[in-house]
C-alpha cells in the first residue's frame, strides 16, 4: 500500500538537496573551535550556512545563533531576557494562549525567577485578541511572546501589530516561525524578519524539509539577553556546544532549496541545475503528468474542496486567516485518537492536536484557548502539506475521511 503523508507540519520528509550537502559535510573530520586546518574547514562550512540563513531569512550573520531545533531557541528567547533583565519592576511576561507546548513549558522556571506569566486571550479561530493584549501591556511586561501562525490550526497571527503595541510598552517581542518559513504574511506580504518587527524569532530545520534536531534563535541587534547553554565559547558565548556540522549544514541547504522550490513555482527541491527547461518541469518528469501542484497549497486545497462540510467541521473556515499547508478539522462524536488511529490503517498519516499522555487522550489547549468543549478539544485532526504531497493523495484521503465522517 503506497502511504501517504499529510504530516508535515510535525516533521517534513527530508529535501534531496540537504541530504547531498550533508553527505559532502560527513567527508570533513575536525571540531570547528580548533585552529587546524580541518578545524577552519569545518569553520567555514558552517559560517557559509549562517550567512546562507542569514540571507534568507533577512537579517544579518550575526544576529543568528544555531541551536538544536526551535524548542531550544524558545527557551533561550525566553530564560535568556529574563536572565539579562536588569529593571526588576519589569517582571511580567506575556504569551499568546495557543503558543506551542515549547513556550508555555517555560512557565515554571520563569515563575521561579519571580516572573509572572500572563496568558492572553484568542478567538474562536486561534487569533491573539490585539485588545487584550493591548490592556495587559504596560512598563512592567518585559516580553511578549506571540508565535507567527499557529502549529495546529494554521492560524496567522498579527505579529507586526502586536510587536508595535509592545514596543510602545518598551517590551520585546518573540515570535516562534517554526511553521512559517517560506509563506506569505497576510499581513506583512512574503517572509521576511525586517517586516515581521520582532526582536526574538525561532525557527526549526526539519519543518522546511532539514535534518531534525537542529534550529536557529534571530536575536535582533542590541536586544539584551544572557546565555542559557553555558560552557564553550561556541556561538559568539552565546549557545555552548560543539556545533552540529552535518545538521547546520543540511538546515541551510534546505531552507535555499525550499525557498527557491516556492519561488520558481516547482515547490519541489530540485537542485536549479537539474530541473527543465520550464520552472515546471522535474528531473523525474512533467509535475502535471505526475498530479504535482506547483506547491503544497493546491493539494491542501484540493483537500479541503472534497470535504463534505457538513460532516467535517474546518475550524479555521477562511483560507486567507491560515497557512495554506494547514487544515484543521473536527468530525463532532469522533475523537482524534480514533481518527488517526483508522486513517493510519488506511495508509495515511495525519496529526492531531491532542496529545496521548499516560494513555488518556488530552483536550488540545489550543481548541480549548479558543472556546471548544473538552469533549470537541479531544477531536482536532490536523491535515498539513507539503510540496510533494500530490492533489490526487488529498483527494483519496478527503473521500476516506468523508467516508469515516458519515
Ligand atoms: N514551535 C512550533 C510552532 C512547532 O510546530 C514546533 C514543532 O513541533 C516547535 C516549536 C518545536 O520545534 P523543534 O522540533 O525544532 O524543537
Same mark, same amino acid.
Given at each position: 500500500?503506497?502511504?501517504? +503523508?499529510?504530516?508535515?507540519?510535525?516533521?517534513?520528509?527530508?529535501?534531496? $538537496?540537504?541530504?547531498?550537502?550533508?553527505?559532502?559535510?560527513?567527508?570533513?573530520?575536525?571540531?570547528?573551535?580548533?585552529?587546524?586546518?580541518?578545524? /577552519?574547514?569545518?569553520?567555514?562550512?558552517?559560517?557559509?550556512?549562517?550567512?546562507?540563513?542569514?540571507?534568507?531569512?533577512?537579517?544579518?550573520? !550575526?544576529?543568528?545563533?544555531?541551536?538544536?531545533?526551535?524548542?531550544?531557541?524558545?527557551?533561550?528567547?525566553?530564560?535568556?531576557?529574563?536572565?539579562?533583565?536588569?529593571?526588576?519592576?519589569?517582571?511580567?511576561?506575556?504569551?499568546?494562549?495557543?503558543? =506551542? =507546548?515549547?513556550?508555555?513549558?517555560?512557565?515554571?522556571?520563569?515563575? /521561579?525567577?519571580? +516572573?509572572?506569566?500572563?496568558?492572553?486571550?484568542?478567538?474562536?479561530?486561534?487569533?491573539?485578541?490585539?485588545?487584550?493584549?493591548?490592556?495587559?501591556?504596560?512598563?512592567?511586561?518585559?516580553?511578549?511572546? $506571540?508565535?507567527?501562525?499557529?502549529?495546529?490550526?494554521?492560524?496567522?497571527?498579527?505579529?507586526?501589530?502586536?510587536?508595535?503595541?509592545?514596543?510602545?510598552?518598551?517590551?520585546?517581542?518573540?515570535?516562534?516561525?517554526?511553521?512559517?518559513?517560506?509563506?506569505?504574511?497576510?499581513?506583512?506580504?512574503?517572509?521576511?524578519?525586517?517586516?515581521?518587527?520582532?526582536?526574538?524569532?525561532?525557527?526549526?530545520?526539519?519543518?522546511?524539509?532539514?535534518?531534525?534536531? $537542529?534550529?536557529?534563535?534571530?536575536?535582533?541587534? !542590541?536586544?539584551?539577553?544572557?546565555?542559557?547553554?553555558?560552557?564553550?565559547?561556541?556561538?559568539?558565548?552565546?549557545?555552548?556546544?560543539?556545533?552540529?556540522?552535518?545538521?547546520?549544514?543540511?538546515?541551510?541547504?534546505?531552507?535555499?532549496?525550499?525557498? @527557491?522550490?516556492?519561488?520558481?513555482?516547482? !515547490?519541489?527541491?530540485?537542485?536549479?541545475?537539474?530541473?527543465?527547461?520550464?520552472? /515546471?518541469?522535474?528531473?523525474?518528469?512533467?509535475?502535471?503528468?505526475?498530479?504535482?501542484?506547483?506547491?503544497?497549497?493546491?493539494?491542501?486545497?484540493?483537500? %479541503?474542496?472534497?470535504?463534505?462540510?457538513?460532516? $467535517?467541521?474546518?475550524?479555521?473556515?477562511?483560507?486567507?486567516? /491560515?497557512?495554506?499547508?494547514?487544515?484543521?478539522?473536527?468530525?463532532?462524536?469522533?475523537?482524534?485518537?480514533?481518527?488517526?488511529?483508522?486513517?493510519?490503517? @488506511?495508509?495515511?498519516?495525519?496529526?492531531?492536536?491532542? %496529545?496521548?499522555?499516560?494513555?488518556?487522550?488530552?483536550?488540545?489547549?489550543?481548541?480549548? %484557548?479558543?472556546? +471548544?468543549?473538552?469533549?470537541?478539544?479531544? @477531536?482536532?485532526?490536523?491535515?498539513?502539506?507539503?510540496?510533494?504531497?500530490?492533489?490526487?493523495?488529498?483527494?483519496?484521503?478527503?473521500?476516506?475521511?468523508?467516508?469515516?465522517?458519515?
Amino acid at each position: 500500500m503506497n502511504r501517504i +503523508y499529510l504530516d508535515w507540519a510535525a516533521s517534513a520528509p527530508m529535501n534531496l $538537496v540537504a541530504k547531498r550537502a550533508m553527505a559532502a559535510a560527513s567527508e570533513k573530520i575536525g571540531n570547528a573551535s580548533s585552529q587546524h586546518q580541518e578545524g /577552519r574547514q569545518q569553520r567555514t562550512l558552517i559560517d557559509e550556512a549562517r550567512a546562507l540563513m542569514a540571507m534568507k531569512l533577512g537579517c544579518s550573520f !550575526g544576529e543568528l545563533i544555531l541551536t538544536s531545533g526551535a524548542t531550544e531557541a524558545a527557551q533561550m528567547a525566553l530564560i535568556g531576557p529574563a536572565l539579562a533583565n536588569k529593571n526588576p519592576k519589569r517582571n511580567r511576561i506575556l504569551m499568546s494562549a495557543v503558543e =506551542h =507546548h515549547c513556550v508555555l513549558g517555560q512557565t515554571p522556571w520563569l515563575e /521561579r525567577m519571580g +516572573y509572572q506569566i500572563e496568558l492572553i486571550p484568542v478567538d474562536r479561530i486561534g487569533r491573539v485578541r490585539l485588545d487584550e493584549l493591548s490592556a495587559a501591556l504596560d512598563e512592567t511586561v518585559l516580553l511578549v511572546a $506571540v508565535m507567527h501562525a499557529n502549529n495546529e490550526l494554521g492560524t496567522w497571527q498579527p505579529i507586526k501589530a502586536g510587536a508595535e503595541l509592545a514596543h510602545a510598552q518598551g517590551a520585546l517581542l518573540f515570535c516562534d516561525c517554526a511553521q512559517t518559513v517560506g509563506a506569505v504574511d497576510p499581513w506583512i506580504g512574503a517572509w521576511n524578519l525586517e517586516g515581521l518587527g520582532a526582536d526574538l524569532a525561532s525557527f526549526s530545520g526539519h519543518k522546511w524539509g532539514g535534518p531534525q534536531g $537542529v534550529g536557529a534563535l534571530f536575536i535582533r541587534a !542590541g536586544t539584551a539577553i544572557d546565555p542559557v547553554l553555558r560552557g564553550g565559547g561556541q556561538e559568539r558565548e552565546m549557545r555552548a556546544g560543539t556545533e552540529n556540522l552535518l545538521g547546520i549544514v543540511g538546515m541551510a541547504a534546505a531552507l535555499e532549496s525550499t525557498l @527557491e522550490g516556492l519561488e520558481s513555482g516547482t !515547490g519541489l527541491d530540485v537542485p536549479p541545475e537539474e530541473r527543465g527547461s520550464s520552472p /515546471r518541469q522535474a528531473p523525474h518528469g512533467n509535475l502535471r503528468e505526475m498530479g504535482l501542484g506547483p506547491n503544497e497549497n493546491q493539494a491542501a486545497q484540493a483537500f %479541503a474542496s472534497h470535504l463534505h462540510l457538513a460532516r $467535517v467541521h474546518l475550524t479555521v473556515p477562511n483560507p486567507a486567516d /491560515r497557512l495554506p499547508q494547514i487544515v484543521h478539522a473536527r468530525i463532532p462524536g469522533i475523537d482524534a485518537e480514533t481518527m488517526v488511529i483508522r486513517l493510519d490503517q @488506511e495508509g495515511i498519516a495525519i496529526g492531531s492536536g491532542a %496529545a496521548c499522555s499516560s494513555g488518556s487522550l488530552e483536550p488540545s489547549h489550543v481548541l480549548l %484557548a479558543c472556546g +471548544y468543549t473538552m469533549a470537541e478539544a479531544k @477531536e482536532g485532526l490536523r491535515f498539513s502539506f507539503g510540496p510533494r504531497t500530490t492533489i490526487q493523495e488529498a483527494s483519496i484521503a478527503a473521500e476516506v475521511v468523508n467516508r469515516f465522517a458519515l
